[in-house]
């Protein structure tokens, strides 16, 4: 993908947010998403007490599943090119997660100092510039046995995914895949498919979460 096409998807993601967030009371709104984040571990059966000691949320946004650190045990680095943007936001108060150390940095340049038992990748592969170097990228440094927990939107027909990507309508999400698209590129960059959870219907898309295993055997 040209980094021009990333740059805008960029542009209105920052516009999204500021848009989604303007009439929404802060307090309120992070007691949701914290409630929503519980449920959705729920739903794909990864308990919290699973997350590991060393635990990454990539693509975090300003309200990502690390604002339920304080329930671990875990130091967590967030990662997101936009954090900077996000400080105006009034639901992002980085000094609320004393476990959490954030960077403003696109998961291209990220380089990180450790590997981590768990990564969450949320609503975040169809934003990266280079979809199949950054499985790969996110398979190095999850550590071996550790979990990728993994989501996005799939297209449900070809031929829609081919409209969307040429002209384009989706401009947030410069990559446009089907499932088993997904499917094939997660493999190749060696993670071991767990569970695939189809969490909702659309007509154009459905959105899935993938818990992958990296698993290396001698």
């Known amino acids: ?37 519980v449920s959705f ?3 794909i059966k990864f308990p919290i007490t699973a997350i590991g000691k060393q635990c990454a949320d990539i693509g975090c946004g300003p309200a990502g599943i690390f604002i339920l650190s304080e329930n671990t045990n875990s130091k967590w ?12 936001l009034e639901i992002f108060k980085p000094k609320k997660y004393p476990n959490v150390n954030f960077e403003n940095v696109s998961f ?16 975040a592969i169809n934003h990266f510039i280079n979809l199949d170097k950054n499985l790969k990228k996110l398979f190095k440094i999850l550590e071996n046995d550790g979990n990728l927990i993994l989501s996005t939107d799939a297209h449900n027909y070809k031929f829609l995914k081919w409209i969307l990507y040429t002209l384009p309508f989706d401009i947030l999400h410069p990559h446009q895949y089907t499932l088993a698209e997904y499917k094939a590129k997660i493999e190749a960059a060696g993670f071991k498919i767990e569970a695939i959870k189809l969490k909702k219907k659309e007509f154009i898309f459905s959105y899935y979460v993938f818990t992958l295993k990296k698993q290396i055997t001698d």
């Open 77 to 88: 680095k967030a990662v997101d090119p936009l954090l900077k943007n996000y400080q105006g």
């Open 41 to 43: 571990l729920q739903e």
């Open 108 to 123: 291209e340049d990220y380089k990180p100092k450790h590997s981590f038992n768990t990564i969450f990748c949320i609503n």
């Open 1 to 37: 993908m040209k980094k021009t096409r990333w740059a805008i998807a960029q542009f209105f993601e920052k516009w999204w947010w500021n848009n989604y967030l303007k009439n929404k009371e802060p307090n309120k709104y992070l007691k949701w998403k914290k409630a929503y984040w």
